[in-house]
């Protein structure tokens, strides 16, 4: 069954240092998103992505963030200068596929320590 | 902000069917209603969704009264794998619509 990957699973970060975030998204999704979870908290929405170009972001999402389709496969999430809230899981999801409808698929997120 | 209302927790025997109900009584025409489960840190998982009509695939059933202001996430024989907090989401049926999760109701299977 195709999946949603991301990498890497972990990364330990010193504060200030800056930290891409991977995700493979599954190949025929035209629509892309990352979400963050604080431990102990709600899953939270970053920002959707489609045709290039950014469609929605939430207030946290500001400009210490950046989104990138580099390539046909890859999306990446950019955090500039990270901080220590910055700690968290961070999920990429993709939808919208020809003939998967539009549910949104997660992958096993990133989790990032910042120190 | 979410607009489903969940309990926050509930028990469930094992090999008992898990009954989740799921509140939504300002949905629009054009919004589904979408389950979710979050295995400890692991990703969220789709499970199941449904417009008007019930639903059943592998994992669940999904149950939808006829006002559509209420849903039930129906696991016919839960095991201790299915211990996880459940997401009950309503979302547009535009393709690029995201999902706002709420805090959920955390499922837990009793041996």
């Known amino acids: 069954e195709p999946e949603v990957t991301q990498t890497p699973s972990h990364q330990v970060t010193q504060m200030g240092q800056e930290v891409i975030l991977r995700c493979v998204p599954i190949s025929n999704h035209l629509y892309f998103y990352w979400y963050r979870q604080i431990l102990g908290q709600k899953v939270e929405f970053l920002v959707s992505f489609y045709n290039n170009e950014i469609s929605e972001k939430s207030e946290i999402f500001d400009d210490?963030?950046?989104?990138?389709?580099?390539?046909?496969?890859?999306?990446?999430?950019?955090?500039?200068?990270?901080?220590?809230?910055?700690?968290?899981?961070?999920?990429?999801?993709?939808?919208?596929?020809?003939?998967?409808?539009?549910?949104?698929?997660f992958g096993e997120g990133s989790w990032l320590t910042v120190v | 902000d979410a607009k489903t209302t969940q309990p926050p927790s509930m028990d469930c025997a094992e090999g008992r069917a898990a009954?989740?109900?799921?509140?939504?009584?300002?949905?629009?025409?054009?919004?589904?209603?979408?389950?979710?489960?979050?295995?400890?840190?692991?990703?969220?998982?789709?499970?199941?969704?449904?417009?008007?009509?019930?639903?059943?695939?592998?994992?669940?059933?999904?149950?939808?009264?006829?006002?559509?202001?209420?849903?039930?996430?129906i696991l016919p024989h839960a095991t201790l794998r299915d211990?996880?907090?459940?997401?009950?989401?309503?979302?547009?049926?535009?393709?690029?619509?995201?999902?706002?999760?709420?805090?959920?109701?955390?499922?837990?299977?009793l041996p």
């Open chain 1, 64 to 105: 210490q963030f950046s989104v990138e389709r580099p390539d046909g496969s890859n999306f990446t999430l950019k955090i500039r200068s990270t901080k220590l809230e910055d700690s968290a899981m961070y999920f990429c999801a993709s939808s919208g596929g020809l003939g998967s409808g539009n549910t949104i698929y």
């Open chain 2, 83 to 109: 211990t996880a907090v459940y997401y009950c989401i309503v979302r547009a049926e535009y393709r690029d619509d995201k999902i706002i999760f709420g805090k959920g109701t955390r499922l837990h299977i």
């Open chain 2, 19 to 73: 009954n989740l109900p799921c509140n939504h009584s300002t949905i629009s025409g054009n919004e589904y209603v979408y389950w979710y489960r979050q295995i400890h840190s692991q990703g969220p998982q789709y499970i199941i969704h449904g417009l008007k009509n019930n639903e059943t695939n592998e994992m669940a059933s999904l149950i939808i009264t006829e006002d559509r202001k209420s849903s039930t996430l």
